[in-house]
C-alpha cells in the first residue's frame, strides 16, 4: 500500500486531496515541520530533501517534489479522463501545476509565512513578507484570469487541483482575497467531502 509522508497544514494536504478523489488505499505517516522530524535521520535516508509530500511506492522507492507525486497518482490511478488525451492539454495541466508550486508557494507563501529561514534581520523579513504577499496575490489574480472560468465550468478532479487545494487554503488562512471566478471554484473545492479528510489535524478557523 502506499504511504505518504504529511504535515497537517503544509502543501502534503493537496496530496491527501488527491488521494481521496482517486479513492486509492494509502497510510499516512505524520511528519511534525515544527518539531523538525524532516531531519530525522530515518526520514532523510527515505527523502534525502527533508520534504513532505513524500510518497511511498509499492517497491519501497520515494517519490518527491509535488508535481511529480501528483502527476504519478493521475497516471497510475486515475481515470483516462483525469489526463488530457493531447500533448498540447498535457502541457496546459503542467504549466498551471508548475506555476502553482514553484512560483505561488514557492516565492510567494514560502517568503510571507517563512521569511525567518531566509533572514534573521526583522526589516529583511518584513521586507520579505512584502514580496511574498504581492507574489502571492499576482499569482492568484493570474490564474484567476487565465483559468477561472474554465475551472468553474469543468466536471472533473484533476491534478492541478491538488496545488490548487492547498494553495487556496492558505490564501484563505492567511485572509488574502481570492479573485472572482476563482473564488467560486475555492468555494467549490473546498466543500468536497475530500477536503474535509485533507483538513484534518488542523485547528478550526
Ligand atoms: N519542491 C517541493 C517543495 C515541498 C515543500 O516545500 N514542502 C514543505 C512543506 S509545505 C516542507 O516539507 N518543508 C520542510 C522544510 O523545508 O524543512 C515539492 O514540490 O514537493
Not at 87 to 93: F, K, L
Not at 95 to 105: D, G, K, N, Q, Y
Not at 166 to 193: C, D, F, M
Request: net charge negative; glycine share 8%; proline share 5%.
Amino acid at each position: 500500500m502506499l504511504t505518504l509522508f504529511h504535515s497537517p497544514g503544509a502543501c502534503s494536504m493537496g496530496i491527501v486531496f488527491l488521494l481521496e478523489e482517486l479513492g486509492v488505499d494509502y497510510t499516512l505517516a505524520a511528519i511534525d515541520l515544527r518539531k523538525g522530524e524532516q531531519n530525522d535521520t530515518a526520514f532523510r535516508q527515505m527523502n534525502p530533501k527533508g520534504k513532505v509530500p513524500t510518497l511511498i511506492l509499492d517497491d519501497g522507492t520515494a517519490l518527491t517534489e509535488f508535481p511529480a507525486i501528483a502527476y504519478w497518482l493521475c497516471r497510475r490511478h486515475g481515470a483516462a479522463e483525469l489526463w488530457p488525451d493531447t500533448i498540447d492539454g498535457q502541457a496546459r495541466v503542467l504549466e498551471l501545476v508548475e506555476f502553482l508550486v514553484a512560483s505561488i508557494h514557492m516565492r510567494g507563501f514560502t517568503f510571507l509565512a517563512m521569511p525567518q529561514k531566509f533572514s534573521a534581520d526583522p526589516a529583511a523579513q518584513d521586507s520579505l513578507r512584502a514580496l511574498g504577499r504581492r507574489e502571492v496575490e499576482a499569482g492568484l489574480a493570474t490564474v484567476a484570469a487565465q483559468h477561472g472560468a474554465a475551472l468553474c465550468a469543468r466536471s472533473r478532479i484533476g491534478i492541478e487541483d491538488a496545488a490548487l487545494f492547498y494553495i487556496l487554503v492558505w490564501a484563505r488562512a492567511l485572509g488574502i482575497a481570492v479573485p472572482a471566478p476563482l473564488s467560486a471554484y475555492a468555494e467549490a473545492l473546498l466543500a468536497r467531502p475530500s477536503a474535509q479528510v485533507a483538513l484534518r489535524g488542523l485547528a478550526a478557523g
